[in-house]
């Protein structure tokens, strides 16, 4: 439910809070990490070593594995452009950590999610329904634990 004494992009993230926490994941804000609750972190404004801040940092066993860039509803259409800057963020070295790239980059409103995966020889980003499953329990059979953690 919307609600309208909050800013657009405040309305698209609590969309994203809940729809991440229903795939499984567990939003913490960056202040307050509790690595023990789930395998899959989603931590909000993460800060990275340039000075700039990614909206979510995606973490696997306590491993940075990806990002997702939120937007206003009305840029939905524009999600594409929004890509140089969430690829950007993806390559960026996050604060307090020596991380490589990371691989998995979402773009969402909360009503329109894209997904690239920066593994793939020619990546593309790609419409998906939701947010992919960190892999609770069973994390070995889940292709993103299996992805997150190969060489």
């Known amino acids: 439910m919307e609600n309208l004494n909050q800013a657009p992009e405040q309305n698209a993230r609590d969309i994203i809070d809940r729809q991440l926490t229903a795939a499984g994941w567990a939003v913490q804000k960056k202040s307050a990490i509790n690595w023990h609750v789930s395998a899959g972190i989603a931590v909000t404004h993460y800060p990275m070593k340039d000075g700039t801040e990614a909206d979510y940092v995606l973490f696997v066993d306590r491993k940075p594995i990806g990002i997702i860039e939120a937007k206003r509803e009305e840029e939905g259409h524009h999600l594409s452009a929004v890509e140089d800057q969430s690829s950007g963020y993806a390559a960026s070295k996050l604060k307090h950590l020596n991380n490589n ?51």
């Open 101 to 151: 790239p990371l691989p998995f980059v979402y773009e969402s409103t909360g009503v329109l999610t894209h997904f690239t995966d920066y593994r793939d020889p020619k990546p593309r980003s790609r419409p998906v329904f939701t947010f992919h499953r960190p892999g609770r329990g069973r994390r070995r059979e889940c292709w993103l634990h299996r992805l997150s953690h190969r060489d």
